[in-house]
């Protein structure tokens, strides 16, 4: 069997914003439903590390030797944001990682690389957007915050091929629909009618190209995903693409907004989740011209979601229905930079020296413990000297990122300063021994309770002078928005 996809994560925040609470603040209507939201110490790379994480823990055979990282909103410009994830997901070092920057479309190149790379090794494309927009605008209210990621390689021990991609076509055409100066934080749209004339025949030219390529015609096509931040253009090419109605999909939008460059990927994880064995699968992206990617599901595609469901990943239906939805305005408003707040009154933070966070990547990135050898004694953070027996320089490196613990002990502290007060500190028991003091996330303290299950995430700590400080946080999985208890997929 050739390459193809060999497993999938999805990532959506645990806050969503109600529209009607935009509409209270600022007057007028502003639609129904809810849109996924990035909280306070998320930005691109850490929503693509935690897509990336689930996408990689049904799999048994060896790591990605390629990781792709898209994003219209990177953290940096300048430095590789993919290095952050390849550092947090304790990639091997011969495993290279690239960004592909700056435009929606650059997520539909990220899967069509991925899936060429794939030939002989394993390649990671990850897919994150937070997207945001002038208060009271359609950007604000329609977008959404969320990251995909997506495997492609052969088969190889347990691991099985759920679908190939067989088929891709692409058009291109320069004109002014969408665009954004670098340091701007809102996006321009031109008047939606002409968006709409351009882009319906660059979309019918590109899916005709890639089914004639498949071998197929639109009557083949089981599944449809058309996605797009122009909504009359998606919404037109839909219906002028000639598949039967019961193919496109169910949109996501309604309660977690369009995730610009991961909603083609999220619409593509939603069918893998539902499609039978010999479907095919058309995916275009409707940006700066149009992509269309021809996937055929495998007769493995059923043992492909049943190891996923086994390492306990929650499906996206289920994904879409977790959430917390009653962020206030105001505080989505202060994340976003957009209401300026009272600062606390303390010195500003000091951004982290190079040498030092180098020195201690597996550490900061990676959350590595070790184990002494003599005695078995878990350290954290990680020691060269057991703190239990002294013994020197024998110690076992242990990633403990994906270990699960709960709450030994906790404060609630109401008076240091946070962009989401108030900041609650647990003392962490890890399963399998380990103990760790870390600040807390997506957590409702008035819920937080000795012995809470956690598991760990990572965060942006702060950012100082240009230089984000990353770590790692626990957060409840009782409350959070993915897995199958509501806390990681």
Known sequence: MSAGILSWGVYLPYWRLQRGA???????????????????????????????????AALEGPPPEDLLFSTPAPAYLDKTNAAAVHAALDLPPWAASYDLLGSVRSGAATLRAAGAMAGGHRALAVVSD??????????????GDGAVAVVFGEASGGDRVGAELVAHAATSSEFLDRWRTPGETDSKVWEERFGQEVYVPLVEAATAEALKRAGVVPADVDHLVVAGLHARAVQAARKALGVRQEAAVTDRIPVVGN??????????????????????????????????LVFRATDDLPAVRAARA??????????????????????????????????????????????????????????????CRACGFRHLPPSRVCLRCRTVDEMDRVRMADVGGQVATFTVDRLAFSLSPPVVGAVVDFDGGGRYRCEMTDVDPDALATGTRVEMTFRRLYTAEGVHNYFWKARPVAVGPSGSDQGGE
């Open 310 to 371: 086994a390492a306990g990943l929650a499906t996206v239906e289920e994904l879409v229905a977790g959430g917390r939805d009653d962020l206030p305005y105001a505080r989505f408003l202060t994340w976003r930079g957009e209401l300026r707040r009272e600062p606390a009154r303390r010195p500003d933070p000091e951004r982290p020296g190079s040498p030092a966070t180098w020195r201690s990547t597996g550490w900061k990135s990676a959350f590595e413990a070790t184990d």
């Open 259 to 292: 995730l610009g460059a991961a909603q083609a990927p999220l619409g593509l994880a939603d069918v893998l989740e539902r499609a039978e064995p010999g479907a095919v699968i058309a995916v275009v992206v409707v940006a700066d011209g149009a992509d269309a």
């Open 130 to 143: 937070l997207r945001t927009g002038l208060a009271g605008g359609p950007e604000e209210r329609d977008s």
């Open 22 to 56: 935009i509409g209270a603040v600022l007057g007028g209507p502003s639609g129904r439903g809810t849109r996924s939201v990035a909280s306070y110490d998320e930005d691109t790379t850490t929503l693509g590390v935690e897509a990336a994480r689930r996408a990689l």
